[in-house]
């Protein structure tokens, strides 16, 4: 029978938080452990020698000028980019405690290059999704939501009345847990 050519895939994880976990290592390794055809690979850090016999280079949150120059180089090399984004980084309130940070003009023009740059952008929701396409109109943006791995979750009592919540996000989402104090 015909057999695919195994398809290299790397994945530039920057942290061990929510994000990379839930948006790039849980997805990206299922798919190496699952698929015979893919072989995913992780790294902490880009080089160029990564784009040796690769197809498909995945990265989350780009903010440095550094990225699109990056998703260029790779697209050069003929490597597939994709960019990941689980927030809206132009519309960051206040009280987060990123928003220093993501208003800064280096930050919001290294953003906006990567998007321009990467052949994929995957988003967690359709509303980001409308407003990546309002500041980039022929950026191809494709929804991912965020999901949870159930199994990796430990189970409690099934006895147990009070009410249980899970938090899988990082702590500059601290403040969108004021939804659930009346429970």
């Known amino acids: 029978g015909y057999k695919m050519e195994k398809k290299r895939i790397i994945v530039y994880v920057t942290g061990e938080d929510a994000i990379n976990y ?4 849980l997805p990206y390794g299922t798919l190496g452990s699952k698929n015979e055809n893919f072989d995913v690979r992780f790294r902490s850090a880009f080089t160029p020698d990564d784009l040796t016999k690769t197809d498909l280079v995945v990265f989350q949150r780009v903010d440095k000028a550094s990225g699109a120059a990056y ?13 990941d984004l689980d927030d809206d980084l132009w519309g960051v309130p206040e009280w987060n405690p990123a928003y220093n940070f993501v208003m800064q003009p280096q930050v919001r ?6 998007i321009e740059a990467a052949d994929v952008i ?6 980001l999704r409308n407003v990546v396409l309002n500041r980039h109109p ?5 929804v991912v939501p965020n999901s949870v791995h159930l199994p990796s979750i430990p189970q409690r009592r099934q ?15 601290e403040k969108d847990m004021d939804i659930l104090r009346p429970v």
């Open 22 to 25: 839930y948006r790039l290592i």
């Open 138 to 142: 022929g950026a191809r943006v494709v």
């Open 159 to 173: 006895n147990n009345r009070t009410p249980v919540v899970g938090w899988a996000g990082g702590d500059t989402h």
């Open 71 to 83: 998703f260029n180089l790779a697209r050069s090399r003929g490597v597939k980019v994709i960019m």
């Open 122 to 127: 995957t988003v967690s929701t359709e509303r």
């Open 109 to 114: 023009a290294g953003c906006d290059g990567a």
